[in-house]
């Protein structure tokens, strides 16, 4: 065991885990945020995808050890970090997949949302190239992506109305 120092949706946490506990394992396992599926487990799904210090990253691929003192988000902390900028609910991006149908069984989903966060904290106006380079790493076995692709499109076009993706 070894305690690993992260700071995961913005607060300060102490964690006791495994050495070898992948930072998705610690998530899940250590700190109940089961919001980041366990997909492929190696790699190839996008399903585990956090954002660190704003960039996407594989959480199953990420050693704890990789990402102390850096800022670790999580699908929950999104709607966290919405009410924090004055929104409320869910985030623009969460809503615009919502009400896009942008799903199926879901499990892609917070993976999904994650990685589009990252491009529309990058990139204002992304086109639909943009959006599917930005999501090629994330797989969907259900809806085909096109809804996914107009759920992105439509929080770019939202955002600027509530302040926040
Ligand atoms: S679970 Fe991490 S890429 Fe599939
Ligand atoms: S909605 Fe089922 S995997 Fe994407």
Same mark, same amino acid.
């Not at 305690?3 to 070898?20: Q, R, Y």
């Not at 970090?81 to 991006?93: I, K, P, R, T, Y």
């Given at each position: 065991?070894?305690?690993?120092?992260?700071?995961?949706?913005?607060?300060?946490?102490?964690?006791?885990?495994?050495?070898?506990?992948?930072?998705?394992?610690?998530?899940?396992?250590?700190?109940?945020?089961?919001?980041?599926? !366990?997909? *492929?487990?190696? %790699?190839?799904? +996008? #399903?585990?995808?956090? &954002?660190?210090?704003?960039?996407?990253?594989? =959480?199953?691929?990420?050693?704890?050890?990789?990402?102390?003192?850096?800022?670790?988000?999580?699908?929950?902390?999104?709607?966290? !970090?919405? *009410?924090?900028? %004055?929104?409320? +609910? #869910?985030?623009?991006? &969460?809503?615009?997949?919502?009400?896009?149908? =942008?799903?199926?069984?879901?499990?892609?989903?917070?993976?999904?949302?994650?990685?589009?966060?990252?491009?529309?904290?990058?990139?204002?106006?992304?086109?639909?190239?943009?959006?599917?380079?930005?999501?090629?790493?994330?797989?969907?076995?259900?809806?085909?992506?096109?809804?996914?692709?107009?759920?992105?499109?439509?929080?770019?076009?939202?955002?600027?109305?509530?302040?926040?993706?």
């Amino acid at each position: 065991m070894r305690v690993f120092h992260l700071k995961i949706n913005g607060d300060s946490v102490d964690v006791a885990a495994p050495e070898h506990y992948s930072l998705l394992e610690i998530l899940r396992y250590e700190l109940g945020l089961t919001g980041s599926k !366990q997909g *492929c487990d190696k %790699g190839d799904c +996008g #399903a585990c995808t956090v &954002q660190v210090d704003g960039a996407p990253m594989l =959480a199953c691929l990420a050693l704890p050890s990789m990402v102390e003192g850096k800022s670790i988000t999580t699908i929950e902390g999104l709607a966290v !970090q919405h *009410c924090m900028d %004055g929104g409320e +609910g #869910a985030s623009v991006l &969460q809503n615009a997949f919502d009400e896009a149908g =942008a799903l199926q069984c879901g499990f892609c989903q917070p993976g999904m949302i994650m990685s589009a966060q990252a491009l529309l904290e990058h990139n204002d106006s992304p086109n639909r190239d943009d959006i599917k380079q930005a999501l090629s790493g994330n797989l969907c076995r259900c809806t085909g992506y096109t809804q996914i692709y107009t759920a992105v499109e439509a929080a770019a076009k939202n955002r600027g109305d509530h302040g926040s993706a």
